[in-house]
């Protein structure tokens, strides 16, 4: 096993916020969803403001949202997607990163190895 360097150890960091983040996005989602189902009407109200549709999945109907609601969703959606790919990214270059270290490691003790052989 390869020590971890100081740049290994910071995108082990970086990739774990990023997922953390992913997490706490979806959490919000769901919070949204119950909010939405309390709170939101399920007729469109213009004097309101909330006239673009959603369809609420866990109650199985129709709500209606203002403006900055289904903003909220959309940002919300879009800061989930985006802190997972770059989770999955950082990740492969932490693995990758890790595997070149290794590889390395192994070829400095063979050719120390056959340096002590072949004297």
């Not at 740049?7 to 774990?16: F, G, P």
């Not at 996005?25 to 549709?53: K, Q, V, W």
């Amino acid at each position: 096993m390869v020590d971890l360097t100081p740049q290994q150890r910071q995108k082990m960091l970086i990739s774990k916020w990023f997922f953390r983040a992913a997490i706490l996005s979806f959490i919000m989602l769901g919070c949204l969803t119950f909010y939405f189902d309390e709170e939101a009407s399920t007729t469109p109200n213009t004097t309101s403001g909330e006239t673009h549709r959603f369809y609420d999945k866990l109650h199985s109907n129709y709500v209606y949202l203002t403006e900055t609601e289904n903003d909220l969703l959309l940002v919300l959606f879009c800061v989930a997607g985006m802190c997972i790919l770059f989770s999955i990214v950082v990740d492969f270059d932490l693995k990758r990163s890790v595997a070149r270290s290794q590889k390395i490691g192994e070829q400095s003790e063979n050719s120390d190895f056959n340096d002590s052989t072949s004297r």
